[in-house]
């Protein structure tokens, strides 16, 4: 995983290693040649080299299946990566979500428990 925030911040600052990372987390495991072809305008050398700055990151992991390299995401590496900055900033928005919660919960209409509507339900069965 990169040293600081500034490293991750510039692999991520790519939108085409953001894209494989996208593709990774939404598919799993990808081929080079699966990555490849989602990028019709860059040749498989240029994906490969994206990959290799991913995977010195720590942020992508490969295993070889016969001629070919598997890529898949590490998830955990890359919460790694962000917790610290993130960290920074959370009093913000911690802050907003809770203020959010309870305008939500001054304006929700009064709940009526799953299991009342069920039995009404059954109730009103022959």
Do not use: C
Not at 42 to 57: D, E, P, Q, Y
Not at 109 to 117: E, L, V, Y
């Amino acid at each position: 995983m990169p040293g600081n925030s500034d490293t991750l911040f510039r692999i991520l600052g790519d939108s085409t290693r953001r894209r494989i990372l996208d593709l990774l987390a939404e598919r799993g495991p990808l081929t080079v040649g699966q990555l490849a072809a989602e990028f019709p305008d860059l040749v498989a050398s240029g994906i490969s080299k994206h990959l290799m700055s991913l995977r010195a990151a720590g942020l992508v992991s490969a295993t070889r299946r016969g001629r070919e390299q598997i890529y898949q995401l590490d998830p955990d590496a890359l919460a790694a990566g962000l917790a610290p900055w993130i960290a920074k900033y959370e009093r913000y928005w911690s802050a907003a979500l809770e203020r959010l919660r309870d305008v939500a919960q001054q304006h929700e209409p009064r709940q009526i428990p799953a299991s009342h509507h069920t039995l009404r339900r059954r109730k009103r069965r022959p």
